[in-house]
């Protein structure tokens, strides 16, 4: 890889991973992404929800009240031409996936992305990022599954649809699954939001053992990877998100109504080189053998740090800290490719 390679990767930093405080506004957080010189974010729905109810000054403005909530995307959009930032995507759409026809569950499923197709083109965001159900009620047939997103990916074209692996989904987490689902389905604007935490969170490590690492990880692990590099299309690769994750000490608990990797993904992602575990390094390289040279987007979530009151730099702190650390990553990937 050259360095005019790493020149071509654009950098995108999601606004949820710049802090969960009510101080935390959206403005401030696109202000930060731009002043750290990032070309675009991750739109999270929660960001636009609160602005949504501060702009308007409806502090119960309802997730689903669509026309409000457009308005609200407008002004946004708005703001990203002045900071001239792209919208990479709109996120998180969850529990979308794997509902039997007639149900009331898949009904509200298409309701929704329907509301949220509007507030995308509000805003002038042209990709959506589905993350894979985590509801065990949900019908676990891979056809089935492909068969919804098709569907959504037809009601969303020209718009893109980027279907990341949650490491707790109830029946699609891990690449190889969100890769065969993709092929399934057939659409041109359906591919893939790869992440390193999901991948290498279920792949390699294990937040319920002392160790931090399920049995034989670093074979498991290898072993995926060049699995990944000969058998995925990197222009099916819609965007590339990457964090870190701590050894949790003592371990999580298996019990609990969220999943052990679901409650580690949301509060103990950091970026890399920060503290993490995880072999990240080794999941950039091989995204990068692929050939994939598109979209790397930061996505952490620290509960404790994130949820810290307002103060003066701190946001822009975080953007700017997220930038050396992709950008260190990139140039340590670079040595291995």
């Not at 969850?94 to 509007?118: I, L, P, Q, V």
């Not at 409650?263 to 050939?291: C, Q």
């Amino acid at each position: 890889m050259s360095k005019s390679d790493l020149s071509s990767i654009k950098l995108s930093y999601a606004t949820p991973s710049l802090g969960m405080h009510p101080t935390h506004t959206l403005p401030l957080k696109l202000s930060a992404i731009s002043t750290a010189g990032y070309q675009g974010f991750e739109l999270g729905f929660d960001d636009l929800l609160s602005f949504a109810r501060q702009y308007l000054r409806i502090s119960d403005l309802a997730e689903d009240d669509y026309d409000n909530l457009c308005t609200a995307a407008g002004e946004v959009g708005r703001l990203c031409d002045e900071l001239e930032l792209e919208v990479l995507v709109f996120q998180p759409f969850s529990n979308f996936e794997g509902y039997a026809e007639g149900t009331e569950k898949r009904k509200k499923a298409f309701d929704k992305a329907r509301g949220w197709m509007r507030i995308m083109d509000a805003v002038g965001c042209e990709m959506l990022q589905v993350g894979s159900n985590d509801d065990p009620s949900s019908i676990s047939s891979f056809p089935e599954i492909a068969r919804d997103l098709a569907a959504l990916a037809d009601l969303y074209h020209p718009r893109r649809i980027a279907y990341e692996n949650w490491a707790w989904g109830a029946h699609v987490n891990t690449w190889t699954h969100i890769n065969e689902v993709i092929k399934l389905a057939d659409r041109p604007n359906l591919g893939l939001c790869l992440d390193t935490f999901q991948t290498a969170s279920l792949e390699w490590g294990d937040p319920c053992v002392p160790s931090g690492k399920i049995e034989n990880a670093d074979e498991i692990y290898k072993a995926s990877l060049k699995k990944l590099e000969k058998e995925v299309d990197p222009e099916k690769i819609f965007f590339f998100q990457i964090s870190d994750a701590y050894h949790i000490v003592p371990p999580l608990e298996r019990e609990g109504e969220t999943p052990p990797r679901g409650r580690w993904s949301h509060a103990s992602r950091p970026l890399p080189y920060h503290g993490g575990y995880l072999p990240v390094l080794d999941m950039v390289k091989a995204v990068l053998r692929t050939g994939f040279r598109g979209w790397f987007s930061v996505e952490v979530f620290l509960e404790e740090e994130h949820s810290k009151e307002l103060k003066n730099g701190l946001l822009d702190d975080w953007a700017k800290e997220g930038m050396k650390s992709v950008k260190r990553l990139l140039e340590d990937a670079e040595k291995g490719i």
